[in-house]
């Protein structure tokens, strides 16, 4: 397969990387915007302590903040770990990864959704909303991973088989826990968000694991 | 032609590729900016439901989203097979593409206001502002292309005279399209909707149809 | 020089030039966020019409995002002239560049300024600060020429004296013009934006000028 | 540890570098969102006069988005400094990383609050805030460069003990600094932001010094 690879292959899958790293990174910036001075009354008794009180009753915006963030940054983690593994793109890939790109710029808006509505009557459907959101990126990581992997189609030759096969099978873990996550959110909202932090967490390690491997393969 | 090449062309349509996928990513990513979080009253009898309904009732916001996210995707990819053709870059060619830059980022708007004002009586201004936009687009891609491959100027020598034909052929069918589109608004916005939904199809199909004609090109 | 360059100094120069282009980048695409859809009532005997005196009525809006694009894309290709010529970067460069980005990215506050008071009594304030925004930039143009060019510091071996003698001129030449367009915008406004103007074709005609002499010297 | 470096070393680290240099560069421009056009009544006796006093009573403004820009550029130098020291990357730089641009784009929020309190009673939170989040940036930077340098794990093989001990020694110092910068706000809000300020001086100089001692290496 790489004898008959297209000479403009790698600049392709190059060019597609940077855009995509563009995405997450504009993504991950804008998370900022929604962080707003608070206006506070500094005429009263004690204006020191009116605006630190002020600042901490904002705490909502700043667990957005640092949550969105942090999920923007793990996708991006896992985005990458895919993008290491192939030499090449193609059509059906690209249009994929713009299916991903999507629901990752969308991230703040369930996360705000959930920050503002989970101490109300309302965080039943907030948490059903926000873990319905990552269904259906969950859907696109499988998605993106099938366009790459079957049959090796986009990979990399030195790519293991059972590489392969642990990625296919994490992706592929995610999607019945997530969707638990969104039907569990109708019972108790809580117990929802815990079942999806969990997973962040797991993604997390898994891209943890995944780097001892691949230094393993190329020192022997 | 290849041999009298500027020593820095391939550099220069380096820099020049990256700006413009700097461009639309970031134009691609702004979009979610416009998608809000709704206030509800939770002291009703079912907030959950009052929120569901309050996020489903912000549809249009979500088509938006979509739709811009899909046009501005299509758009690079189409900018991006341009892109792929030729193999420097000159003053010309650089403004031509700014221009295009400039229409880039301003899809937002039209189809915001398609968004707004599709299920009222000001649907048919909505629709031809909507349709009008993609006409200069439509302009735009057409004068990046001839400034790129008249006299093959920009092309690099691999390109074939086909592929050339092809393309021109591709895009100057759009603009009699987008235009009939833009009249047709004062009488059917629909209609004039369903051509520019048809043509992205189109624009999204010719691109997938061009990979295979290059993949073949680069065994021989 | 260039045997005793640093191994590092083209790898800085391509990250420096990266980030720059991609400020130049997030700032031209921020434009849109200026452009609002109108609140229309479409509940009138011509909810069509309505709508699109309404969206005429925003020409100066429209006018803001063209002149700030075409802004910041002429300055995007007077960095991109500079940046072909030096071949390393130092601190001082670095920090004169950083200064010149801040200015880049404040572009679209003076240009809403003029759009917004050029039609009221206020339009000798908001030109006098227009064109006060373009001494500064000048001046930081001409601090970055100057970091670059001064004893041929950072150019590159091959740049002519009279390559760098012309940049030198056209850079100083229009300090004072800006200067003059600052004080005759106490008198008449319009004076004063025509200078401005003026200017803007003369740095996007010096970009078109450079490109062939840059095609000569590589056929040499 | 040359030999034994993964292959894909490099271009993860290249991939990281640009992904960290997107969240920097539209950090940056995204401080001019908070530059806006203020609205001033044109029908008054001298309308000029009036909009010339009501650009200057924005100056709060002006001095947030030029102390963000330049503490932003200061940040981006110094994580350039670290990047060109290291030869690869790994999960936990990667994230250590990830944390400290989390901080980088959370800079205008503190910068925006001290330059709205700093002439209210209510300065000394304001102040004391801003110390706080560069007593984190500090951190984050002490454990990048902890991450990159201990046991010289991701370091350049060219790379001196003498310079590691200098860069280690330089943001080791700046912790009991802007810690102490944070408990004299709550005496005096003007000495915590000195200490600041000097300590921005210092950053900007350290990487001024350290720009020598690289070419020294190099013409060796």
Not at 59 to 78: C, D, E, G, K
Not at 134 to 160: D, E, P, T
Request: charge should be positive; hydrophobic fraction near 50%; aromatic fraction near 12%.
């Amino acid at each position: 397969m790489s004898q008959k690879q297209e000479p403009g292959g790698e600049k392709e899958l190059g060019r597609l990387q940077s855009f995509s790293d563009g995405v997450f990174a504009v993504a991950i910036t804008l998370l900022v915007v929604d962080l707003k001075v608070p206006l506070v009354d500094v005429k009263t008794a004690s204006p020191s302590l009116g605006l630190a009180l002020a600042l901490l009753g904002q705490w909502p915006s700043y667990l957005t903040f640092v949550t969105s963030f942090a999920t923007i940054l793990i996708m991006w983690v896992n985005h990458h770990t895919i993008f290491k593994l192939i030499q090449r793109t193609d059509t059906h890939f690209l249009f994929v990864n713009g299916f991903l790109l999507l629901l990752v710029t969308s991230v703040p808006f369930p996360t705000a959704l959930v920050a503002q509505y989970l101490t109300t009557p309302a965080a039943k459907t907030a948490c059903a909303v926000y873990a319905g959101v990552f269904v259906l990126i969950n859907m696109a990581y499988n998605a993106l991973w099938w366009s790459a992997s079957s049959h090796q189609r986009l990979l990399k030759a030195s790519v293991s088989r059972v590489q392969v096969q642990k990625l296919t099978r994490n992706y592929a873990l995610g999607f019945p826990l997530y969707l638990l996550a969104v039907l569990l959110a109708f019972w108790n909202a809580s117990v929802s968000l815990g079942i999806c932090s969990i997973l962040w967490i797991f993604w997390m390690v898994t891209g943890y694991e995944k780097s001892p491997l691949m230094s393993n393969r190329s020192v022997q």
